[in-house]
């Protein structure tokens, strides 16, 4: 390559965004471009002569192992994600574009960094699964947590129980004192509900004043109407919301598995009843 050539290629390396890397067959960088430093914060005299490995994310040592070994094998893996940690510690996702130089004995791979793209899309699933009001697992996140836990029990033969909570007088607060009183009282019901279960366990909010509570792996009918009855007790204390005073209580009603049925919507189905059996019978209590 001529001089001019080289001169040129350079100049081009320099004003890429994404960086360029080449590593020998045994894992060390032998060369990487100027927009590395920006990208993983390392200067290249800081990584030259070392193994790649050093800088990615431990969690993906294993499948960066097993990526190396396909494109050593001669099979083509143009594009890549894996996780690097930065100079200043922050771990990095990164897409790469990578072959393998028989050759030259080189693997030549482009770096692009992902991670924004990343915390948006995890941000936007976190929006899609949860109730924006309340921060709880909506309906559609709900559904997919019973459905989750409901295949655990089946194959490991334990229980699972779910809580339906209606929340008695809500409807006339909300009424009387409007929907931004109402919002903020369901905000104080989610966390009041939030402190009485486990952190294994989930509170979801299927909308307006109803809440539902899935219990895993609890088979004793005492430490589930417990937990019911921690939540009445809860609910039964007035809530301070700006300058009113609120008293309010709840009607649950309770549905286990297998017993009450074997699908989400079976045990949904089932607590909603035991809890509108409760509601009729003057609300503040349990049904199971």
Known sequence: MKNNELFCLTDVLELMLDAVCVVDKKGHFV??????????????????????????????????????????????????????????????????????SELHQVRIAVAHDITERKEFEKQLQYMVGHDQLTGLPNRMLLLDRIQHALTKADRSAVELSLLFIDIDGFKDVNDTHGHLIGDKLLQSISQRLLS????????????????????????????????????CVQCKHPFKIESLILDLSSSIGIASYPENGTSDMQLIQYADQAMYRAKNAGGNRIVY
């Not at 279960?197 to 005492?222: A, C, K, P, W």
């Open 31 to 100: 060369f990487v471009s100027a927009a590395f430093e920006n990208i993983f914060g390392y200067l290249p005299s800081e990584v030259i002569g070392k193994p790649m490995i050093d800088f990615v994310y431990k969690d993906d040592h294993d499948i960066t192992h097993d990526t190396v070994e396909v494109l050593l094998s001669g099979e083509s893996r143009p594009r890549f994600e894996n996780r690097w940690v930065r100079k200043d510690g922050q771990v990095l996702h990164i897409l790469w574009s990578v072959r393998w």
């Open 196 to 231: 009485c279960v486990r952190s294994s366990d989930t509170v979801g909010r299927l909308g307006g004043d109803e809440f539902v509570v899935l219990l895993n792996g609890i088979s004793e009918r005492e430490y589930i109407y417990n937990i019911a009855e921690k939540i």
